[in-house]
């Protein structure tokens, strides 16, 4: 029987835009005479949801909005959401470096948060001196980093440079340290942020098993939350969607990510673009990029389709177009050339969209540009160049739980590799 | 004072509400949480005790203090030849200069001692608790990496600030303790006497007072940073006024009757002359003065805790 371990009631949580200044005074002026009289705080009413895209009316705005759920012991729950959806506010407030506007948070074990690693360590203390402080700070105490230290040293594997100050080390190492320490924490409630995206290729491997290690042998509590849905797919039993502010969806983990890429499922209006060159014979108008369906983003490994709504006054058929489409990456890197013109297909005539799909797709994870380039008898009518932007979210390619990371290569490709024995 | 005043109102009200059988758990003389199973550890919430000082967590964190207070130590004087040396190169060239200009060129008093010696005496206090004013009242501010990453009693930085000056200090202490043996050696007129027993009493009344103040400041000036400039000013005008470099006999002399108690409004006033007193047989002896002192940095001290605990939740908000 596993019980409840953790119990967020009605957290809510507003932060004011803009800078501090004398318009602020005037606020707290305002709130502490509302205060003195025993009324309510007068800008607590005010605040709008957050969605940083949009303009609002007032300063203030709710970071979190009516959080409410329960963790029960052992479990590993995974928080993902976008930018901004208040995953980082809300591991902020369950590691008490900020508190909640309202409601609150009950647990029965302690926790202990790793919202970046290496937090205290000082440049002119060594290794070992860096071990001790940064423990005490995530709170262990000397005794119980006294008896790991060893196993903490060979785990970071910077066991020759222990003895000297940490100002010296390459920023790999520290990290590398700095994750050791936190690894070894044995708190009840683990709180974890984005830190397994540091470090090489290996560490990170190690990493992640350790983490493992953690949630599953230690029976630890551990809340997780990262951009990375490979990492989360492997290690999380539940997740939690957020979206501006509130829990969208709460569940098993495989739901949980496929409602996170439905989230922003890509349809953009291309007819005001305005930066064009052609005839405009036939002119692009509007675009939809997405997975598996059109409710769902592009995953690596998953089918992928490009649909783009062009407008053909002219009614031109098939045969006298040329549709050529080709993908940059954020750097301006080409990545791939598409065009109809590879294939010979039947002629379609009146037509007023064209779709690009690939069943299996292989572009790392980030974001991408797209091109396109339309001819009608080799005469070019529309060209627009990086119009469309998407991302593609992490994925399990080679169904092996790892990837390849981004700053490798941004192309994945089927392969298979063995070893032969003599 | 008021806030003092307030402080003390709270305090009084907390006392009354103290639920015997959590102490109890604490000092695990009853196995509460089982018998009450929705007994949660603790809870994070927007409302907290005002005077809410947990002292157990505060024990349980008292690793941390003593690694912080090693740092601050250690990292004082990493990659230097002459290393603590430098604690007593401070106290002693100020004392130099200011024999100079203040006994030399001035020709202020020392109330019969060696001027040197009486200067020192003032510095060394002085520097102990302007040196803990001044890093306490920007705790919030040069943490903020820290306090914006991890949990932990926030009260822990400025004890550890505390604690680290208590050893620099002692250093600087040692080396006054060797000037004035030097001075009775050579036969001046230096008469230590049993008043130096209460010289921790001393220190406690300059930790209370400049660890009040000091979070008093740092909490009222993590949104609005105008009272940092006053803090940097304010400390060396206060110096003068605090009878370091001239006797306070001095300055009863030369002020007139209707001010004399402005001299004696400041709580350090009496615990320089005090200090004084005992070890250099100099001055007069001011009990009542140091019982105000006391009373004024117990008040400052939990008017302190009070701004420290309301300021400390939310502060990484606005800083």
């Given amino acids: 029987m596993s019980k ?9 949580k507003q932060y ?8 602020t005074i005037s606020h707290d002026l305002n709130r502490w005479w509302a205060k003195i009289r025993g009324k309510e705080d007068p800008f607590l009413k005010i605040g709008e949801t957050n969605d940083r895209s949009k303009k609002g009316d007032t300063d203030y705005v709710w970071a979190l909005q009516d959080i409410n759920f329960e963790v029960n012991q052992g479990e590993v729950l995974g928080i993902i959401g976008k930018n901004g959806a208040g995953k980082s506010t809300l591991l902020k407030i369950l590691s008490r470096v900020t508190s909640p506007t309202t409601g609150s948070i009950k647990t029965r074990g302690r926790i202990a948060s790793l919202l970046e690693v290496g937090t205290g360590f000082h440049p002119e203390m060594t290794g070992r001196e860096n071990v001790y402080l940064n423990g005490a700070i995530l709170g262990m105490t000397k005794k119980e980093i006294a008896s790991k230290i060893d196993e903490i040293i060979e785990f970071s594997g910077c066991e020759r440079y222990i003895d000297t100050p940490v100002k010296r080390y390459s920023s790999g190492m520290t990290v590398r340290l700095a994750f050791a320490v936190a690894a070894h924490l044995d708190p009840e409630i683990l709180v974890v942020d984005e830190v397994l995206a540091v470090g090489d290729a290996e560490f990170q491997k190690k990493a992640i098993g350790k983490m493992q290690d953690i949630s599953r042998e230690a029976g630890k509590t551990v809340l997780f939350v990262s951009h990375n849905m490979a990492a989360v797919q492997n290690l999380c039993t539940r997740g939690v969607v957020m979206r501006n502010g509130t829990i969208f969806f709460e569940g098993d983990i495989e739901e949980s990510i496929q409602v996170y890429l439905k989230d922003n499922a890509n349809i953009e209006s291309l007819a005001n673009f305005d930066s064009r060159i052609g005839s405009g014979v036939i002119k692009v108008i509007e675009s939809s990029i997405y997975g598996e369906n059109k409710n ?5 490994g998953k089918p992928f389709h490009i649909e783009l709504t062009i407008d053909n006054p002219q009614e031109i058929d098939s045969s006298h177009i040329r549709f050529d489409l080709k993908i940059d990456d954020r750097m301006g890197q080409r990545i791939a050339w598409m065009s109809n013109y590879l294939f010979n297909k039947e002629t379609k005539s009146n037509v007023c969209k064209i779709l690009f799909k690939m069943d299996k797709l292989n572009l790392n994870e980030g974001g991408y540009y797209i091109s396109t380039d339309v001819y009608v008898d080799l005469k070019r009518a529309d060209w627009l160049q990086s ?16 990837g390849v990371p981004v700053a490798e290569s941004r192309l994945l490709f089927d392969f298979d590799v063995n070893f032969i024995s003599k | 004072m008021i806030l003092g005043l307030l402080a003390c109102f709270y305090l009084s009200n ?22 009450n199973k929705e007994e949660w550890l603790f809870e994070i919430s927007s409302k ?21 207070v090693k740092r601050d130590i250690v990292t004082f004087y990493k990659q230097t030849i002459l290393g603590p040396i430098w604690f007593i190169i401070q106290p002693l060239i100020t004392s130099l200069i200011q024999f100079v200009i203040f006994s030399q060129i001035a020709n202020i008093p020392s109330d019969d001692t060696p001027y040197f010696l009486f200067v020192l005496a003032g510095n060394v206090l002085w ?17 903020q990496n820290l306090f914006g990453k991890v949990y932990f009693p926030r009260l822990i930085m400025p004890l550890a600030i505390v604690f680290s000056n208590l050893v620099k200090f002692g250093i600087q202490f040692l080396f006054f303790l060797g000037v004035l043996f030097y001075c009775i050696y050579k036969g001046y007129n230096v008469h230590p006497n049993l008043y130096v027993l209460y010289t921790p009493l001393l220190l406690l009344v300059m930790i209370l007072l400049s660890l009040g103040s000091g979070m008093i400041i740092t909490s009222l000036t993590t949104k609005y940073r105008d009272l940092t ?52 047989g100099s001055g007069t002896l001011d009990l009542f003065g140091v019982l105000y002192s006391l009373l004024f940095s117990i008040i400052i001290f939990f008017a302190g805790v009070f701004v420290f605990n309301k300021t400390e939740k939310n502060f990484i908000d606005v800083i």
Avoid at chain 1, 4 to 12: A, G, H
Avoid at chain 1, 16 to 23: A, N, S
Avoid at chain 1, 387 to 402: M, S, T
Avoid at chain 2, 14 to 35: A, C, G, N, P, T
């Fill in chain 1, 296 to 300: 769902l983003e592009p995953q690596i």
């Fill in chain 1, 387 to 402: 119009a469309i932007y998407f991302e593609v979210v992490d994925g399990d390619y080679y169904k092996a739980g790892r």
């Fill in chain 2, 14 to 35: 907390q006392i009354k509400f103290i639920d015997l059988r959590k102490y109890l758990y604490y000092l695990q003389l009853v196995s509460y949480s089982e018998e």
């Fill in chain 2, 48 to 68: 907290r005790g005002l005077f809410e000082l947990d002292y157990k967590e505060l024990w349980r964190y008292r690793d941390l203090l003593f690694l912080f």
């Fill in chain 2, 229 to 280: 400039f006053v803090v940097t000013f304010g400390i060396s005008l206060y110096m003068y006024v605090t009878p370091i470099v001239y006797p306070t006999s001095l300055a009863l002399e030369k002020l007139p009757e209707s001010l004399h108690y402005l001299v004696y409004l400041n709580p350090l006033t009496s615990i320089f002359d005090f200090f004084k007193y005992a070890f250099l």
């Fill in chain 1, 16 to 23: 004011r835009l803009g800078q501090v200044g004398t318009g």
């Fill in chain 1, 4 to 12: 409840v371990i953790l119990k967020i009631e009605n957290v809510s």
């Fill in chain 2, 127 to 143: 520097f102990y608790f302007s040196d803990c004013f001044k890093s306490t009242s920007e705790v919030f501010k040069t943490n």
